[in-house]
């Protein structure tokens, strides 16, 4: 009765020896720090530099990707329309995400595999879908990866990722990317992952959420969850501040 | 320390005295010639990367210091005529709420933004060129003008139905006496642009003011402050309500620049003739209609932008 009792712990025990085992092999999975695990947008946040580093066996190449969320996005569209270039029309974009960077190895043309397998930005203008239907991707999206470009949130970086030789003799990788301050507050995704001769030998992901803190948080908060009230009080303190340097400029003797 | 601040509703950072520069000189323009500096502001905080939505929020959120501090250094100053600020506003409601809904209707009917652009091109041009040229005879004239014999001229049509308007009213700070039928009709006017425009509408009350009501320079561009506080006060509260578009952090840099500029604009503008005053208002308006013609003319170098802004 006291033996049957152990049998959960020891299946448990047996389970996370077999996690760690298979951890332990970056071949076949890349075992990676991300560093600092989760973002923290608070008020002087100003993008965050993130690394990720792991052990590799030689002759492996890593790939890393960042990604997310997938959201829809509402874009205005310009045309011509006789001698005068306007916006003609609005333009919906699903399955494309928020976020993309792709950091690559350098000096390894793995692009041709990397996109028979669905990897880098322009894979996404595949996947993403445009409405209308009558506008076709090809039109928009060049436009579409300039503005988020513009903003640092698409990126195909390669040299990104380096490899160094440890003292041990054991190979490392470090990768990193900087994620711009224009993130929005949702989880995203690192996709590492293992080449070998050019082909996938090993994927792993690793989530990265981004919150916001502090003051940031509870304005975000009351704008949403208050917005009358919020409103109200973004209008007393514009008056008052408005009001005072009023009577701060008069005490001063300037005006009259 | 970090010279950068996060904006929670932009979702994003900007560089500090970058934010209160520009609100120092959107407050000294607002100052100077009582207009709200939307027109300018907007387009400035899209550049620097804010969502044009919470730009435009937020710009009008921080419009109501300015333009609160303006009209009280400005009322200090014995410029505002609030009888006449009142009228106007009212006028302006009303033709605020007509023009939403003709901008709706042409919506539907499509290509609304070619008309609201056109229409801004055309009206910036017309009163600009008008303010410009107007001004500019007026500076010339001034010097000689006193040799000169004054010339006896016929009254307009303009004057005539101006005179054959019923219940008329002295409007002391601004020195006329007219009907108020026709603050109310011409602020009705100007809502009415002002909503298909998108804009506050301070640049267009300002001529409306100056050439229509013939109220004092001065006078004008106080009564325009005390009308641009009203409206950018319901417009925050509307776009922080229905919208969540109200950035309170962005609006509260801007206006620590902002309030201290207007201040600076009021006593600018006290030491500039009316005329000058009206041509370098004039300049601006036409530098703004030159740069959206060449927008309209010239192929954009993105043929997307994120929806909500223009």
């Given at each position: 009765m006291h033996n049957i009792k152990k049998i959960p712990t020891v299946l448990l025990g047996m389970l996370v020896i077999l996690f760690c085992a298979k951890t332990a092999s970056p071949a076949l999975s890349p075992a990676a720090t991300v560093t600092p695990p989760q973002i923290n947008i608070g008020l002087f946040f100003s993008g965050k530099r993130v690394s990720i580093a792991g052990p590799i066996l030689p002759g492996r190449d890593v790939v890393v990707e960042i990604k997310g969320p997938e959201k829809k996005s509402v874009f205005n569209m310009k045309g011509r329309v006789g001698p005068f270039w306007m916006n003609v029309q609005k333009v919906e974009l699903e399955k494309a995400p928020f976020l993309y960077m792709l950091l690559l190895p350098e000096g390894k043309d793995l692009l041709p595999v990397l996109s028979s397998m669905?990897?880098?930005?322009?894979e996404i203008k595949r996947r993403m879908v445009v409405k209308?239907?009558?506008?076709s991707p090809d039109t928009i999206f060049p436009s579409f990866v300039q503005l988020k470009q513009a903003d640092g949130l698409y990126k195909e970086m390669e040299g990104a990722v380096q490899y160094s030789q440890a003292k041990d003799g054991a190979r490392c990788f470090k990768a990193e990317f900087f994620m711009p301050?224009?993130?929005?507050?949702e989880e995203y995704n690192i996709v590492i992952s293992v080449f070998h001769n050019g082909k996938l030998e090993a994927t792993t992901t690793q989530k990265m959420p981004v919150h916001k803190i502090g003051v940031v948080k509870e304005i975000h908060k009351m704008a949403y969850n208050h917005g009358l009230l919020y409103g109200i009080l973004c209008v007393i303190i514009a008056l008052f501040v408005g009001i005072t340097m009023g009577l701060v400029f008069r005490d001063e003797g300037g005006a009259h | 320390m970090s010279w950068y601040i996060y904006l929670p509703i932009a979702h994003h950072s900007v560089l500090l005295p970058v934010i209160i520069g520009l609100g120092l000189l959107v407050g000294l323009l607002s100052g100077l010639f009582?207009?709200?500096g939307g027109f300018l502001m907007t387009p400035l905080l899209i550049m620097i990367g804010i969502p044009p939505t919470v730009a435009a929020a937020s710009d009008s959120n921080q419009i109501v210091a300015a333009s609160a501090s303006g009209t009280y250094a400005h009322y200090k100053l014995g410029n505002v005529d609030f009888k006449m600020g009142f009228l106007l506003l009212i006028g302006g409601v009303i033709g605020g709420t007509g023009g939403v809904q003709i901008i709706k209707v042409l919506r539907q009917l499509g290509n609304a933004d070619f008309l609201i652009q056109i229409t801004y091109v055309i009206m910036l041009g017309g009163v600009g060129g008008y303010m410009f040229i107007e001004s500019l005879q007026s500076l010339r004239a001034s010097k000689p003008a006193e040799s000169v014999p004054p010339v006896e001229k016929k009254e307009s049509v303009y004057a005539r139905l101006m005179n054959s308007m019923p219940f008329k009213t002295n409007f002391a700070k601004s020195g006329i006496v007219i009907s108020p039928v026709v603050p109310l009709a011409l602020g009705a006017l100007v809502g009415i642009l002002a909503a298909i425009m998108g804009v506050g509408g301070g640049f267009i009350m300002v001529p409306v003011m100056v050439y229509?009501?013939?109220?004092p320079m001065h006078v004008v561009v106080g009564t325009s402050l005390f009308q641009i506080l009203f409206t950018c006060v319901d417009v925050t509260i509307m776009q922080a309500h229905?919208?969540?578009?109200?950035d309170f952090l962005l609006a509260l840099l801007l206006l620590l620049g902002s309030t201290v500029g207007a201040q600076l604009g009021t006593r600018l503008g006290r030491r500039l003739k009316g005329d000058q005053l009206k041509i370098l208002l004039a300049s601006l308006v036409l530098i703004v209609m030159v740069k959206m013609l060449i927008t309209l003319l010239v192929e954009p170098h993105c043929l997307l932008s994120y929806y909500g802004g223009e």
């Open positions: 669905g990897i880098g930005i322009n209308p239907e009558t506008v301050s224009s993130i929005v507050p | 009582g207009v709200g229509l009501l013939r109220m229905s919208n969540h578009t109200v």
